[in-house]
Structure formats: C-alpha cells, structure tokens
C-alpha cells in the first residue's frame, strides 16, 4: 500500500529537536511500515497525489498545509493530534524564536471536516471526547483511532536490584494551570523521599529526547502523574524496566496497566506508604514481577512498531 505522509520539516516534535522523542519515533515508524511513500512539505494539489492513505502528521495541529480538492480525494485520510485540551496559540519558541500557531479544539476539528478527513489518530481516548464531542458530535466515536504514545527504544531488562534504589520525579511542573493537570505532580516531586531531577528545559545536562531512557534505566522506579490523561511518561517508564509508580486513570488500566500487576497506582492519601514500602524493600521480589510486566505489556503492545502496525492494518481493511 501507498502512504502519503504530510508534515512540516521543522516541526519540533518530529525533527529530532523536541525534549520529547516518542513522536518522532512513531512518525517513522508508520513511514517504514508501507511499502511505498510520498511526502508532502508544502501545498499542493490532490490530484498530484497516489496514495491509499494522506497522513496529516501533525501533533499540535500547528502546521497549516493546503492540499487543494483534499476532501474528495479517495485515500483514506487522517490527521495525527495530542494535547486534547490545546487552545489556540500565537507564539515563539523559547531559544529559537521559532514563530508557531497552534488551533484550538474547535479549529481542529471544522479543519479536518472540511479536509474530509476519515479518522483521528490520539494518543488518549476519554480526554479525546471531552473535547471534541461538542464540535464533531457523534462522529467523534466514528472517527477516533486511539492509541497511546508509543516510544521506539529497546526494552531494557536491566534488573531492578542492579539500578540505583530510587524514585525517580522528573517532568514539567508548568504550563498546566487552567487544567491543574500537574497539580499532584507538583506536590510528589517535592516529597523528600523521592529524588527529583529538574526537566531538561531548566537544566539542559539532563538528558532529553532520544537519550531520555538511558536516565530512566538507571532508576528502579519513577513516577508518572498527570491528572487529566496519561501521557507519555506512563509509557516510557514500564518500558525502560522501571517500576511505574503512576496517577490512576481508567483509560491506562483498560490498556492493561493494573493495580499491582504491571503498574502501582498512588494519590495524595497513600503516596508515602507506598513509596516508602517499595524504598525499604529493596530485593522484595513482587516489585521486580510488577516492573517485569509492565515492561513485557509494552514490549507485545504499545512500541512504535505496534503502532506502525496499527496505522497499516486499518487502512488494509478499509482499501480491500
């Protein structure tokens, strides 16, 4: 099959710059798994186009690409959004001064109806609904592909008593006020029974990007808490082979990410118990079976590979 990826060359989250390399890594993916590709960087026409997929790759919906006659083109034809609750944004990227234009859930979604676009591809499910049902009503159902971030680098089985003994908190803790998505986040990493490292936004010597799992593995555990959706720490982390301490959602647990199985879910109320319960246990053997599957459900799963697999096996069904 024939794949037609759209996209821009500097896009951040795909170019290799971002702080966050999961996006990229799935981007390939997906342009790997076809047995044929165009891209397409700049606008054009449909008809210049032979391709039984159009994948609009674009993660915060902040590349702006015409394609004339789009919407009657026979493909099948996507778009690729995170960030459910984004809002529109005029801005600069800090450091390159890079100008940007992020839509709002609204533009996102009148856009892909006028691209004709048959399916959503999003890293989150719940959260997806929340925000658009309102502009795509019962569509939303029809047109959402959900699956999560899917990170690219190797499992590492590196066992939990050959790590540093440690919780590991490092993540953002801004730029989330309106949806305290970071609220809890904020609090935990500031426990002292917990070892923080600041993001690498802050501290540029922290590693980032394609490098950002050599910091993980040299933890036995970490902490991944957003309260609005899991993103993709919650991913991360099992596959690095580190015990997933991790903000309970039901969407993670439908994945297969269960209390005490592959993941252990905390709050404000039994945050230290459990924290300190796997620190003053350091050989006990149901933290490393925990870890291990959590790892193994990432590696049969959720790697970019399966979700490269995902994409071609949707549209094979489609076309045929």
């Known amino acids: 099959m024939k794949l037609c990826m759209v996209y821009r ?24 798994r076809f047995e044929t590709g165009v891209t397409v960087t700049r606008d054009c026409s449909a008809q210049d186009i032979d391709a039984d ?14 394609i004339d006659g789009i919407d009657k083109h026979p493909a099948v034809k996507m778009e690729y959004w995170n960030d459910p609750h984004q809002e529109e944004i005029h801005g600069q990227y800090i450091g390159t001064n890079e100008t940007i234009h992020k839509l709002g859930a609204e533009q996102r ?3 892909a109806q006028e691209r004709g676009i048959d399916n959503i591809v999003s890293p989150v499910k719940y959260a997806f609904y929340e925000s658009f049902w309102k502009y795509l009503g019962s569509d939303a159902e029809k047109m959402l592909l959900h699956f999560p971030p899917a990170p690219s680098f190797e499992s590492i089985s590196t066992p939990l008593n050959k790590r540093k ?15 305290k998505g970071y609220e809890f986040r904020s609090w935990a990493y500031g426990q002292p029974y917990v070892t923080a490292i ?12 394609e490098n950002y799992h050599n910091l993980l593995s040299q933890f036995s555990a970490a902490l991944a808490l957003c309260t609005p959706f899991p993103v993709v720490k919650y991913f991360e982390i099992p596959l690095a082979g580190c015990l997933c301490f991790a903000e309970y959602h039901k969407e993670y647990e439908e994945l297969g990410f269960r209390e005490m199985e592959s993941c252990i879910y905390v709050d404000k109320h039994n945050f230290k118990k459990r924290i300190n319960e796997f620190l003053n246990a350091p050989e006990a053997k149901h933290f490393q079976d ?21 994409v071609y096996e949707h549209v094979k069904r489609i076309k045929q």
């Open 53 to 66: 997929v159009i994948f609009f790759f674009d993660v915060h919906s902040s590349h702006h690409i015409t």
């Open 109 to 111: 979604c009148r856009r």
């Open 9 to 32: 060359p500097d896009d951040r989250k795909i170019n290799g710059s971002a702080y966050c390399s999961v996006f990229k890594g799935m981007f390939d993916a997906v342009i790997d």
């Open 290 to 310: 925990v870890a291990t599957q959590g790892r193994m459900l990432m590696e049969q799963r959720y790697t970019a590979r399966h979700f490269a697999d995902f």
């Open 165 to 179: 003994h440690a919780v590991l908190a490092n993540g953002a803790t801004w730029g989330d006020n309106k949806n």
């Open 198 to 209: 600041t993001h690498c936004v802050r501290d540029d010597k922290t590693p980032s990007g």
